[in-house]
C-alpha cells in the first residue's frame, strides 16, 4: 500500500511543477508581448488559452492526491497536547474514535463525489473556459485523492486496531525541539547544551 500513497504523492508534486511551467510560461509570453507592444506599438495578444483553468484543475488534482501521503508522513496537523496526558488506553480509544471518524466523512466524500463525477460525464458539463474541458476529467482527479485518502485512513484504523502504532504516529512533531529537550524547557526559558 505504501507504493500507492507514495505514487500518489508524486502524481501531487507532478502537478504542482506543471502549475509552475504554465504559470512560468504565461508570464513569459506576457512579457514578450509587453516589450513587442512597447517597441512596434501594437502587442501580439500572446497568450495560452485558458491557463488560469488549467492552473486550477492541477491545483484541485494536487491538493487531493498529496492528502494520502500527507496523512501517511505525520504532515497533517494534529492536536495531541491532551490527548498526550492520558494513559495509553485512552489515547488508543480516542486514536480508533478519530480514525474512524475520518474513515466515515472520507468514505461520505468519495462516495459523494463519484456521485457528482458520474453526473457531470453523464450530463456532459463543460469548464467555461477558452477551452471547454469535460469538467469530469478535472473531478476524476478530486475522486482518486479521495479513494486514496479513503484507504490510507482504513489502513491506518485497521492498524491501530490490531494494535500497532498509526504510521504518522511521532512524525512531524517536536519538529523544534531536539529528542533530549522538553518544550517545557523551552518555555522556562532554559538553554540548550
Request: glycine share 8%.
Amino acid at each position: 500500500m505504501n507504493f500507492l500513497y507514495k505514487a500518489s504523492g508524486w502524481t501531487a508534486a507532478l502537478f504542482i511543477l506543471a502549475i509552475c511551467i504554465l504559470v512560468m510560461a504565461q508570464v513569459t509570453l506576457n512579457l514578450i508581448d509587453k516589450v513587442y507592444g512597447a517597441l512596434f506599438g501594437v502587442p501580439f495578444g500572446l497568450t495560452i488559452p485558458s491557463y488560469a483553468d488549467f492552473t486550477g484543475f492541477f491545483l484541485a488534482a494536487s491538493s487531493f492526491l498529496a492528502l494520502a501521503y500527507t496523512l501517511r508522513e505525520g504532515g497533517h496537523i494534529r492536536v495531541s497536547l491532551l490527548l498526550h496526558q492520558f494513559s495509553h488506553r485512552v489515547q488508543h480509544f480516542f486514536e480508533i474514535l478519530c480514525l474512524s471518524i475520518a474513515a466515515a466523512i472520507t468514505l461520505y466524500f468519495t462516495w459523494f463525489t463519484g456521485r457528482l463525477v458520474l453526473e457531470s460525464w453523464t450530463y456532459g458539463d463543460l469548464s467555461a473556459g477558452m477551452i471547454a474541458v469535460p469538467i469530469w476529467i478535472p473531478q476524476a482527479s478530486i475522486l482518486v485523492g479521495l479513494a486514496i485518502l479513503a484507504i490510507a485512513v482504513l489502513d491506518e484504523l485497521i492498524s491501530v486496531l490490531l494494535g500497532h502504532g498509526a504510521s504518522y504516529e511521532g512524525k512531524g512533531e517536536n519538529l523544534l525541539v531536539d529528542e533530549d529537550d522538553t518544550a517545557a524547557d523551552y518555555i522556562a526559558g532554559e538553554d540548550r547544551p
